[in-house]
T-cell receptor, first 114, second 112 residues
């Protein structure tokens, strides 16, 4: 079946540290991959996406590369800020009754301290 | 544009009570979704709709009903609430040809 596995959190970093949040997936076919971010008290927002193998999604200094050979879509940022503290969800598209649905990982909480 | 809005933001119910959660979107999106978010489990799809007047079951539909009488609204009903339905509920919508889903701010429901 289709599933997403993320590294467990929380991840605690100091400001300006390098961030990696691991995400691996199992899927039939060729899914699109996403990272969503949830700030405290808010709904999820799309952070970045990649729709085919070797695509790199990027936004707000975050990047992730669609690696088909390792079935991974790890999220990275070179220098985190306190304002990046949030929960990050990796997701993929999967078939649903002739349409597509999103399957989410469990989420990884990031806490950045000054 | 308000985007996706949800009403109410918080609610406490007693076991066996009923309630309806309202989701509204002003982006003219065809697709709408209801998810529940539980600790350590990510988001799970309850029901979804691909257009006005249509609804379909997601991964965890038991105990919930939905209706989409107008394109901009998607209602989630709990006929007889149970403690297992304590969760945060999110509504989302998207255009037919896009991948991105737009989420509402959530409703925190506690069933005692």
């Amino acid at each position: 079946g289709n599933s997403v596995t993320q590294m467990e959190g929380p991840v605690t970093l100091s400001e300006e540290a390098f961030l990696t949040i691991n995400c691996t997936y199992t899927a039939t076919g060729y899914p699109s991959l996403f990272w969503y971010v949830q700030y405290p008290g808010e709904g999820l927002q799309l952070l970045l996406k990649a729709t085919k193998a070797d695509d790199k999604g990027s936004n707000k200094g975050f990047e992730a590369t669609y690696r088909k050979e390792t079935t991974s879509f790890h999220l990275e940022k070179g220098s985190v800020q306190v304002s990046d503290s949030a929960v990050y969800f990796c997701a993929l598209t999967a078939p649903l009754g002739g349409y597509n649905k999103l399957i989410f990982g469990a989420g990884t909480r990031l806490a950045v301290h000054p | 544009n308000a985007g996706v809005t949800q009403t109410p933001k918080f609610r406490v119910l007693k076991t066996g009570q009923s309630m309806t959660l309202l989701c509204a979107q002003d982006m003219n999106h065809e697709y709408m979704y209801w998810y529940r978010q539980d600790p350590g489990m990510g988001l799970r799809l309850i029901h979804y709709s691909v257009g006005e007047g249509t609804t379909a079951k997601g991964e965890v539909p038991d105990g919930y009903n939905v209706s989409r009488l107008k394109k901009q609204n998607f209602l989630l009903g709990l006929e007889s609430a149970a403690p297992s339905q304590t969760s945060v509920y999110f509504c989302a919508s998207r255009r037919g040809q896009d991948y991105e889903q737009y989420f509402g701010p959530g409703t925190r429901l506690t069933v005692t």
